[in-house]
């Protein structure tokens, strides 16, 4: 049988000589058939390939070797520990002899059990497995409750302001819908007044333009009874005999429902020229553009209210001069 190194048994060597660094531990010494090979000579360059080979085989070996061992069960400190590191919490087990909980990293005597380890078979290592899952529940179920409180509190706040500014809103708009009704009735009132002074101001243009007419008629009436010794007025008849104005001052205001009435004196008979009131220290002032046919004579009579459809109350004033038959 020859000694000498085949070019397989070359590759397998510098393949090991390159495993050796990395595995840091001594190999075998080589078979005693190659005593005199060189350790330190290197495969040919040839078997450059095979070697690469040789090694990539060799790694992926000793990669498969643990799935090749039957699985066995951690010692029950080790999942303590596990436990512990991934919880964040201390182990929560006690031994059921002394109460003490071991301490992390000791290791129990040879050939005794584990402490708060049962027996094979026994009902002892399903309570164990129990207790440490119940002891690390409340840790993990702490947070997801105070979260919980933090949002409930959250939304009792936001739904209390909301209702806040919801009452403020509605208070508001009660005050701005008071503010416009108050609005709106002095807007009503303005537009009456304004009604009012539009009136007035057209009877005074009316009537200043029935005092100011060419050949304008004036006739005074004076007071018949002592009572209004201080009534008088004037009345200006236009040219037309149709427009006329009159202008009464010191009426009293009539009382116990009682209301001035004016009347026509004509060649038919007496014609109303309507009712109005008096207010103390204020002028009577009247006009139309129309007054009966035939007129020759005025009267101002004090009737019941709302008035008389012939002269049945005390005279108050009458014209003073006479009138040319209108």
């Not at 207790?131 to 409750?145: I, Y």
């Not at 500014?165 to 508001?172: K, T």
Request: hydrophobic share 40%; with cysteine; proline share 11%.
């Amino acid at each position: 049988m020859s000694e000498e190194l085949t070019a397989e048994d070359r590759a397998l060597l510098a393949a090991l000589a390159a495993l050796q660094p990395q595995s840091g531990a001594p190999f075998p010494p080589p078979p005693a058939r190659a005593p005199a090979q060189d350790p330190d000579r290197s495969a040919p360059p040839g078997d450059a390939a095979e070697v690469e080979t040789l090694s990539r085989l060799y790694h992926e070996v000793l990669g498969l070797m643990p799935f090749a061992l039957a699985p066995a069960p951690p010692r029950p400190e080790v999942k303590r520990r596990l436990m512990t590191s991934i919880t964040g919490t201390e182990a929560a087990a006690m031994t059921p002899a002394t109460g003490v909980a071991p301490a992390i990293g000791s290791t129990p005597a040879a050939g005794a059990a584990p402490a708060g380890a049962a027996a094979p078979g026994s009902p002892g290592r399903p309570a164990l497995a129990s207790r440490s899952r119940s002891a690390s529940v409340p840790g993990r179920s702490r947070w997801p409750s105070a979260l919980a409180a933090a949002l409930i509190l959250a939304l009792l706040g936001t739904c209390g302001w909301l209702v806040y500014d919801l009452r403020e809103r509605r208070a508001a708009i009660a005050r701005l819908a008071e503010q416009r009704d108050a609005a709106l009735r002095h807007a009503g009132e303005v537009e009456a007044r304004l009604g009012r002074l539009s009136s007035q101001v057209g009877s005074m243009r009316d009537g200043f333009s029935v005092v100011t007419s060419p050949a304008v008629e004036v006739c005074n009436l004076r007071a018949v009874t002592p009572e209004q010794a201080d009534a008088r007025g004037m009345l200006f008849v236009a040219a037309d005999h149709q427009h006329w104005y009159m202008s009464l001052r010191g009426l009293r205001p009539p009382a116990g429902g009682k209301v001035y009435q004016l009347w026509w004196v004509a060649d038919h008979g007496m014609v109303s020229g309507g009712t109005f009131a008096a207010r103390p220290g204020a002028p009577v002032e009247m006009g139309s553009e129309r007054m009966p046919a035939g007129t020759k004579g005025v009267r101002i009579t004090l009737e019941n209210a709302p008035g008389s459809p012939a002269p049945g109350g005390p005279d108050v004033l009458r014209n003073a001069d006479t009138l040319h038959t209108l």
